[in-house]
């Protein structure tokens, strides 16, 4: 859902990776966002001691998740919140579309959610005649670009000032030329008011639903969210199963570990916490409220013990910030909503590996994203796994017909033969040092060699050497 | 996160884990590795059934090959000594992931027991060996490379960093990006070669904005790496590893 038509990974890298000006935005981006992080976490082990905290929240309210949904529908309910439950991000589309179609609602207004990306919601509702404007500022740049986002948390991040200039100017009526930042900001907030007050329906995401007390919470820094929220007659908000906290006390070790990582905010600007529709004698909320459960092949990442870490996730965009690949090739090569270490986690689980399992190969294990996840999630296990499970060597075996190339499989069979018999590897050795350097520049050597001169294979090993210096070898 | 280990008293021998690429394209980098092992009046026994700590089948999505590599790297380490490995990369594989590659298999605790007795090279000359180097080599100013495995998983940069540092003709810079991967990543640099190159040309232009004339760390994958892509730059840099640079230092 949400990708472009024909995912070729390869390609995307290759263009990403000549656009010097991508390159440029992103690295100073990413630089920003990386000594903000680092500043507002400055003291080591307490930012530690809140990542356990973080891991162990998600993993409680994980392990008893089918349990924690009921009690939050159920206390949702009692809220007059109405909960509804989608399988498939198509059900969830046809549930959001009922519900405009019920209001005669041909406008909605949606604040920043990825799993509304995920499930590919506004060419959905565009295709059955209900328009959506995007109202976080990065979103509703994009959305004037006609792009996807680039990133969890920054969507319109890939774009430095000059380009979104040229773009207001562009696409935006009566918008006069400027760079300034705050003329920009000025634009955007007048073209987007008078959307707010036209909206219908209001459509939002959720950072995390408080079971116990039946409420939502969405974090912030524009308004943008509040007023999708309380505006529009009816709000309706999705999220993934995942989302669920047990109580009320768990938020703020979440929150801090969330917008400390995201953008580098000990709180954000606003804190949204929804506890119901408007009540009689309340002055603004919504009519109706709307909750939509999405699981979307979540049930099933939940089920495998290891997989079921990916959940965790608390959508803060960090290792993304923190990757030397994302870094050089944008959000937008990686073809699928989720880019970075959590999209090559999570995109092959949902998209499944056959179409998706290439993701994983973008990453050279350097861990870094796992040095930074705020809720501890193994990230470069998980990517090793969704290899092993592409190379049908997973515990789940072969998946969806995805198998790995022959000589693949080959070469390493034969890499083990060799690493395992003394002999053998004393062989190869010797022929290495004989023949290695006029070894052909072909396949994997080809690639190599490309920015490197190949490796120069040593005459003798130091297994040879070893016993020239009578080195006891047992 | 891995827990830091408990340094052993210093024992009177040890054996030396050579890696496959020290083995087969650094072999001078493992001799000098056990020379200065050696001149602290260590025993080092090579076993001659080693091979390769199956890393690179691991990371690739193989772990059946990696196992049957890894169980022969098992019984080739018999005796309870410290087994000494001169890099972060294959010492973070030993260490950490033997024991996660043999879980629920039999040898599990004969992994749990090996992985306990691995220490990458710098970091047991420095905690275990407590060594003072002397250094006789003229002025020079070095650049320092952290693999990404010695720096997050094995964790001890510090400890290369500090031998570097008794050198006291030597001017140990640091790169602006020292935290940021080479772009290796074992078959990573080939089945994403694109990335791979750009990574490794912000590497090289990083060490060459530091005026170092030689470029240190302490893993041969990287080595091979940014040591190829400073020679196809045609760049007087030159690459070495940890041992091999402080044996070149001190000996003689
Ligand atoms: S995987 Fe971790 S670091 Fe990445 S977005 Fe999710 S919570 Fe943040």
Redesign the interface.
Known sequence: MGERPAFDF?GN??RA?ADGQLRRNLQSAMDGLIRKRRAVFDDPAEL?ALRTVGQSLKQAALSRLPALLEELEANCTANGIQVHWAETAAEANRLVLAICQGERATRVVKGKSMVTEEIGLNHFLADHGVEVLETDLGEFIIQLAGEPPSHIIVPAVHKNRDQIARLFHARIPGAPYTEKVEELNAIARRTLRQKFFEGQVGVSGVNFAVARTGSLCLVENEGNGRMCTTVPPVHIALMGLEKVVARLEDLPPLLRLLTGSATGQIVTTYVNLISGPRRPGEKDGPRELHLILLDNGRSRILADPELRQTLQCIRCGTCLNHC??YV??GGHAYGFVYPGPIGEVLTPQLEGLARAGVL?????????C??VCPVRIPLP?LI?R??????C?GPGGPEDGCR?PLW??LA??I??L???H?GL?ALG?AL??RF?RRLPRR??LA??S?????????P????A??VK?G???? | ?PAPPSYPAKPTQVY?F?T?L???????A??AA?RLLQREGL???????Q??C?Q???????????R??A??QLRAFPRDLPIIVPSGSCGGMLRHHYP?LFAGLPEWEAAQRFAARVFEWGEFMRHVLQVRLEDRGPPLRVAWHSS??AL??MRIVEDSKALVRQLAQVELVELARE???C????T??????????????DKVTDIQGTGAGRLVTGDCGCL??IG??L??RGLAVQGQHLAEFIWERTHG
């Open positions: 390869r890298i290759l990776l530690e030397p690949v050089r090739i994983a190969t973008a990453s050279s294990l350097c861990q870094a796992g040095e296990d090793r969704m290899r092993t499970d592409g190379a060597q790995p693949e499989s390493w069979k890499w083990a060799v690493n395992t003394p590897n050795n290495l040092g290695g396949g994997p690639a190599w490309a920015v490197r001169t190949p490796p120069r294979f040593a003798k090993s130091l297994h050497l070893a210096e080195l006891p070898h047992e | 996160m030396f050579a496959c020290v083995d087969t394209v650094y072999p001078e493992g001799l056990i025993e080092v026994i090579f076993p001659k059934a091979s390769c199956g690179p089948a691991y990371n690739a999505g193989f772990p059946r090959e990696a049957a590599v169980r022969r996660y990404c495995h997050r998983e935290e940021e991967c772009g290796f990543g074992g990573f640099a080939v089945k994403q070669p694109a990335i791979s190159a750009a990574m490794v040309g091979m790496n190829g892509a020679a196809h």
